[in-house]
Nanobody, 117 residues
Framework: QVQLVESGGGLVQAGGSLRLSCAAS????????MGWYRQAPGKQRELVAT?????????ADSVKGRFTIYISRDNAKNTMYLQMNSLQPEDTAVYYC?????????WGQGTQVTVSS
């Protein structure tokens, strides 16, 4: 099993920055890729960014150039980050981290990001 715990959401003014964290524990050596998704009120969950264990990244067009995904590793834990700069009100959503491992997926509980205009 892989467990995920997110942190780092909050309220920020437009143009500001936030960094989200996602701590993965459990069978971390079976993880193939991790990612961030978001869901705004009344909308479907959408991909924000993903990163493979080889370091290959992929971003939604709406966040390219503003968001950066990266992973920090130690023996017991992987921590994935999403550095979000130049935030806009349309970035307001609940952000979820995700891990793909052994043909399965794990999700975090979500963290709220609110950007005021």
């Amino acid at each position: 099993q892989v467990q995920l715990v997110e942190s780092g959401g909050g309220l920020v003014q437009a143009g500001g920055s936030l960094r989200l964290s996602c701590a993965a524990s459990g069978s971390i050596f079976s993880i193939n890729a991790m990612g961030w998704y978001r869901q705004a009120p009344g909308k479907q969950r959408e991909l924000v960014a993903t990163i493979t264990t080889g370091g290959r990244t992929n971003y939604a067009d709406s966040v390219k150039g503003r968001f950066t995904i990266y992973i920090s590793r130690d023996n017991a834990k992987n921590t994935m980050y999403l550095q979000m700069n130049s935030l806009q009100p349309e970035d307001t959503a609940v952000y979820y981290c995700n891990a793909e491992w052994a043909g399965r997926r794990s999700w975090g509980q979500g963290t709220q990001v609110t950007v005021s205009s």
